[in-house]
């Protein structure tokens, strides 16, 4: 088709290829650490943004979800001694559960006051963490939290083994995210996010689906909670704080809200920024606040978060303009 | 039989009663207009046949099955569905996107379907994809199936719209002051448009100032005053009627 | 005890009702949540510590640091607020830019202070007074005094003076106002001065009730006056004190019932449910639909 397309999956796949062959290129642990957190905050970030980006529903509470998947995982993984992948299947679905349960306030409330929902409890969750001693071992956290163990092999940094993991799933999570928001689901959380009225004069249920957001966007932040907690073996409470939602949400909307490209892009930002920043200490924390306003006054829709002009395919139409071109040709 | 009737409504904000005790019918295949001087009710009364607002008093029936009471979103399932007197577009959406909102619930897949793209999903969804390509077609809009929704002219908008509320599959449609702010050229193609909707077998229950449209199209009117019925009749019975001219009393814009 | 816990709930209580008023009077004004408020708190103690550093004399020094933080209000809403309004910027960029604000306004502090504790210099020499058989601190006692006198006199300006009257004309639509010939952007300016005075001076009260401040002390204390603003229903004014009040006294109480370390989410607590069973807050009004 259009030859815009064509450029597209040839940046496409040479990231993809780059992605794979990362751990060719010899980068030290410390680098390839990080490079694993920002896989594990785009996944943050493409959780919020289903919230945030398309449905229009403000969280500043999904350190709390991300608490939850990690906390979780952990616990069955030292506990129960139960392998990584049920572990974290079992985290995953707590966040999605706790998900739905803070969904169901949306059917009532909007705006600001469904934020403040999410805020607090995130903050009931921190405090949860940091009393729940049986469980959580309390403000002394949870260390020797194990690596992930795949069919007998452990994977760790050495062998790059978490490495590979994070790429598989940041691949899912991002498959997951563009086939739902390709799909009747997706058009109708932006639906929503346009006018919640208009929807509902469509015939549509727009609650179910505003918790369907809800426990989507739990999941994927429980999800990288889980992962978190095993690449980091120790959490505790400091780790999941206010300002981890807000890191989540400044991602969101410096890579550009309802995008999936932007996603990738505001969570690499926001992860090295303060790394290559680090001789300025303090400063760069000054900076970053700057950064963050003057990016909301000159660009307000995020680096990426551009509308797409290209043109709207119509199956069937496209295999006629398909036949024209090779006519033409 | 008629297709939609409502039998003696009332409703009232407060101490204002906005509908008071009103009655009307139309019979399929019809349109409908209903007009009165500005704050007549009108709206109110749309709002209470779509589900937005709940009667006080009275009984609403669609093919004969009562409708009073039932979630605006279930009243779009009984086959009415409206446009708005501002335009309310899914405006970061492109035209086909809210054609293709508009037939969700006609788009019959599961979440999952759309998750793992089976075989159903794209059955249906390459259907109602061209259903709305079609659709868009038939209303002169194909030309800006990829554009986004609030990048269309005034008149395009009012257009999308209407698609919109045939995309959900509805029979009877309400069109509340579709030649809003249209110039004479586009309100002339909107009687010709609504014209050509009837004789594709829907039934239309129109808001309207511009009495050149209503005049034009309607086959039956019914004029509204401070939320009362005041006359009623056919067109030509309209124009002739002294209490519809009492209420648009020295208003020399409208020419009945 | 009872008794003990009710005094303590109600100083702390009015407290945070005077961070929470600043929350109200923005967002009733813009609509907008204004993030940087926490921040303009903390700076509002340590600008006191610094001019009593600078030998002011106690006086001078307070009234100095609570002007500059109305000033600083003023300046936030100036260069990054207002540019935002005049290109008619979605409400989440503002929100984004209140968090950037914040995160300047903290880290300067950092910078300038430390991110240590700093003891914060007694105001009054601390003395208790005994009500039956609870007691009260002198320190409480002023918090009381001076934050019931700081909204009778607001209440006051907003109800019975003609700024007051211009800031409800805004309040209800800023266009309209504007054409009615009330200097809106002055008008908006002069909200974030009484809400960088009115954190100020709580930073004050509750820095020489605790006697210590630190360049993040306004975040946990910021997000509970804001809970108290939503709990009351923000943009209403009375709704705050109300608000501010119930988290006080519900923290106060829990403390004692259940024991402090769950005194933080009892707060969140009250006000998920308050929020269920009243969507709008208490005093809320209808139609507040932006973040």
């Known amino acids: 088709m259009s030859e815009k397309f064509t450029v597209d999956k040839i940046v496409i796949a040479s990231i993809i290829l780059l992605l794979l062959g990362l751990p060719l290129l010899g980068f030290s642990q410390y680098v390839m650490r990080i490079v694993i ?9 493409l959780g919020l943004n289903i919230l945030v980006g398309y449905t229009g529903l403000v969280s500043l509470g999904h350190a709390g979800f991300f608490a939850i998947g990690a906390y979780g995982t952990a616990y069955f993984m030292i506990q129960h001694s139960v392998g990584f992948i049920v572990a974290l299947t079992i985290g995953t679905l707590l966040s999605g559960f706790m998900g739905f349960v803070l969904g169901l306030p949306t059917i009532r409330l909007s705006g600001t006051y469904l934020s403040i929902v999410t805020l607090g409890f995130a903050m009931i969750v921190q405090v949860v963490i940091m009393n729940w001693d049986s469980v959580t071992n309390g403000t002394l956290g949870m260390s020797q939290i194990p690596k992930p163990n795949i069919l007998g092999y452990d994977l760790n940094l050495a062998n790059h083994g978490i490495y590979y993991l994070m790429l598989f799933l940041l691949g899912l999570v991002t498959l997951g995210c563009y086939t739902i928001i390709h799909s009747k689901i997706g058009r109708t959380l932006r639906a929503i996010k346009s006018d919640e009225l208009a929807t509902t004069m469509m015939g549509i249920h727009i ?9 989507l966007s739990a999941s994927i932040t429980g999800l990288a909670g889980g992962f978190y907690a095993t690449l980091s073996s120790y959490i505790d409470h400091n780790s999941f704080g206010f300002d981890l939602s807000i890191l989540i949400l400044c991602m969101v909307i410096l890579g550009g809200m309802g995008t999936i490209r932007g996603m990738y892009l505001g969570a690499a930002l926001l992860i090295i920024f303060p790394e290559i920043a680090r001789p300025l200490m303090s400063w760069r924390f000054v900076v970053y606040g700057f950064v963050l306003i003057i990016m909301m006054h000159f660009r307000p829709q995020g680096v990426l978060g551009w509308r797409s002009r290209r043109k709207y395919p119509i199956p069937g139409e496209v295999k006629k303009s398909y036949r024209m071109v090779e006519v033409e040709e | 039989m008629n297709l939609l009737r409502a039998e003696n409504i009332s409703l009232s904000f407060g101490g204002l009663t906005a509908v008071n005790d009103f009655n009307f019918y139309i019979n399929e295949g019809q349109v409908v207009s209903i007009i009165g001087p500005n704050g007549a009710g009108k709206t109110t009364l749309f709002n209470i046949l779509t589900g937005i607002y709940k009667v006080n008093q009275g009984k609403i029936y669609m093919n004969e099955e009562p409708i009073d ?60 994809k061209q259903e709305g390509a079609k659709l868009l077609e038939s209303l002169g809009l194909e030309g800006r199936l990829s554009d986004y929704a609030d990048n269309l002219s005034y008149g395009e908008q ?32 909107l009687r010709v448009f609504i014209s050509n909707l009837k004789n594709l077998g829907y039934t239309i229950l129109l808001i309207e100032h511009d009495m050149r449209v209503v005049m034009n199209v309607s086959d039956y009117i019914y004029v509204m005053d ?21 209420a648009y009393l020295g208003d020399s814009e409208v020419h009945l | 005890m009872m008794l003990q816990q009710l005094l303590n709930g109600m100083a702390l209580g009015m407290a945070y009702a005077l961070i929470a008023v600043g929350y109200t009077l923005v967002f009733g004004i813009l609509r907008l949540v204004n993030f940087s408020h926490g921040a303009v708190y903390a700076f509002g103690a340590h600008m006191v510590v610094f001019f009593i550093g600078m030998n002011f004399g106690l006086l001078p020094a307070v009234v100095f640091g609570i002007l500059l933080s109305g000033l600083l209000g003023v300046l936030i809403d100036k260069i990054a607020l207002n540019p935002l309004r005049k290109k008619k910027s979605p409400n989440i960029s503002a929100l984004i830019t209140t968090i950037g604000v914040s995160y300047i306004i903290q880290n300067l502090l950092v910078l300038g ?77 002069f909200t974030f001065f009484l809400g960088g005075l009115t954190a100020a001076i709580a930073s004050v009260l509750i820095g020489s009730h605790y006697e210590i401040v630190y360049p993040t ?56 449910l308050v929020l269920i069973l009243r969507p709008m807050g208490l005093f809320g009004k209808k139609g507040l639909n932006k973040v």
């Open chain 1, 37 to 45: 957190l920002m896989g594990i905050y785009t996944i943050l970030a």
């Open chain 1, 207 to 215: 609650d179910r689906y505003k918790i369907l957001a809800f426990v």
């Open chain 2, 69 to 128: 009471g039932l979630h605006a979103r279930k009243i779009v399932s009984k086959g009415i569905a409206r446009t708005f007197q501002n335009i309310r577009l899914f405006s970061d959406m492109r035209v086909i996107e809210n054609v293709l909102v508009g037939a969700h619930i006609n788009t019959d897949y599961s979440f999952f379907d759309g998750l793992f793209r089976t075989k159903r999903f794209y059955e249906v969804e390459n259907k109602k």
């Open chain 2, 158 to 189: 009012r257009k999308l719209e209407i698609a919109r509320a045939m995309a959900t599959g509805a029979k009877l449609l309400l069109l509340d002051e579709p030649a809003a702010g249209m110039n004479h050229q586009e309100s002339e193609d």
């Open chain 2, 226 to 246: 401070y939320g009362k019925k005041i006359a009623e009749g056919r067109p030509h019975e309209i124009q002739s009627n002294e209490a519809v001219a009492m």
């Open chain 3, 113 to 189: 202070f430390g991110s240590g504790r700093k003891s914060f210099p007694k105001l009054i020499e601390t003395r208790s007074i005994m009500i039956g058989d609870a007691q009260i601190t002198n320190i409480q006692l002023l918090m009381l005094v001076v934050s019931v006198v700081l909204f009778l006199s607001l209440t006051v300006l907003v109800k019975y003076t003609k700024i007051g009257l211009a800031m409800r004309a805004v309040e209800q639509h800023e266009t309209n106002a504007a054409l009615m010939g009330i200097p809106t952007s002055f008008i908006i300016s």
């Open chain 3, 217 to 272: 002390m306004g975040m946990m204390i910021g997000l509970k006056a804001f809970s108290a603003a939503v709990l009351g229903g923000i943009g209403v004014f009375y709704g705050s004190i109300v608000g501010g009040l119930l988290i006080g006294l519900t923290e106060a109480l829990a403390a004692t019932w259940f024991g402090a370390e769950y005194r933080d989410s009892v707060a969140f607590i009250v006000l998920i």
